[in-house]
């Protein structure tokens, strides 16, 4: 392992040599990390945060990494788009050790339906938050919380609480139906292949990164709410009942004069 950034390692102890000349006996998630188990014990905790990237080569030390491991079959590098420098890997010894990283959300793929709907009643946050909560569901973050909302038609500001049985339902099959799907969807892509530009944003997605283009369900602009470094991306006609949700960029300028509906805004060309 050669590390270029003395900040993508947030651990001291154990030291990164122990880890030369040991075999890599398993990969597994916890929520958005990624766990490589050695031998003896030994676990890399790896979260990429939203500009790491993984590259793969073969013959040589890819360029531009913050990190490379050297293999057998070739070297693995961490790559992070951007300035600031957010992801980060720990170093840890035994399984108690890996469970200090959990956030403790709840995997959905593997939960009941009355855990779901727990859950979402254990807290009274929007859907939004409590989607990219990993407190609350491990791994969906802020891409695939978009296009889950709206799929199951429902807005992305609607508080937890307010879901009736029918809502809390359908938003738990949506969930599965669209992890799953996705999940195929990009094994298929790249088979047995590196995958080499997996992001956050996929030219299918229906919502995540599209504003203003075509809803594919209504056929009427995506909007977006944006606050610091994110954005949400919704349909006003499938999710809010055609009214605009204010983004707070914009509405403290335009107050009064920020539209209200899609006619509104349509109206103001």
Not at 95 to 123: C, K, N, T, W, Y
Not at 202 to 226: D, E, F, S, V
Request: with cysteine; proline share 4%; net charge positive.
């Amino acid at each position: 392992m050669q590390r270029k950034d003395p900040f993508v390692l947030r651990t001291v102890d154990p030291p990164l040599k122990d880890l030369v000349g040991l075999e890599v006996l398993e990969l597994r998630r916890l929520g958005k990390r990624i766990v490589v188990g050695f031998e003896k014990d030994y676990f890399l905790i790896i979260h990429l945060m939203i500009a790491g990237r993984f590259r793969w080569n073969e013959k040589k030390m890819p360029g531009g990494c913050l990190v490379c491991w050297k293999f057998e079959s070739g070297w693995l590098g961490l790559s992070e788009a951007g300035t600031k420098r957010r992801a980060k890997i720990h170093l840890v010894r035994g399984e108690a050790a890996v469970a200090e990283h959990d956030p403790g959300g709840l995997e959905i793929m593997d939960a009941s339906l009355e855990e779901f709907q727990g859950m979402l009643a254990s807290r009274r946050h929007t859907l939004k938050r409590a989607l990219t909560d990993p407190t609350m569901f491990s791994g969906i973050g802020n891409a695939y919380s978009d296009e889950i909302l709206l799929r199951a038609r429902l807005s992305p500001v609607r508080m937890t609480t307010q879901l009736s049985a029918e809502e809390s339902e359908r938003l738990f099959v949506t969930i599965r139906e669209l992890l799953a799907e996705w999940r195929d969807a990009l094994q298929a892509e790249w088979g047995e292949k590196f995958p080499t530009t997996v992001t956050a944003f996929h030219a299918n997605m229906a919502a995540h990164g599209k504003y203003l283009q075509p809803c594919p369900q209504c056929g009427q602009p995506i909007q977006r709410i944006r606050y610091a470094e994110n954005e949400t991306n919704y349909c006003a006609v499938c999710q809010t009942g055609g009214k605009l949700l204010a983004d707070r960029s914009l509405s403290r300028l335009l107050k009064s004069d920020w539209p209200r509906t899609l006619e509104e805004m349509e109206a103001r060309g």
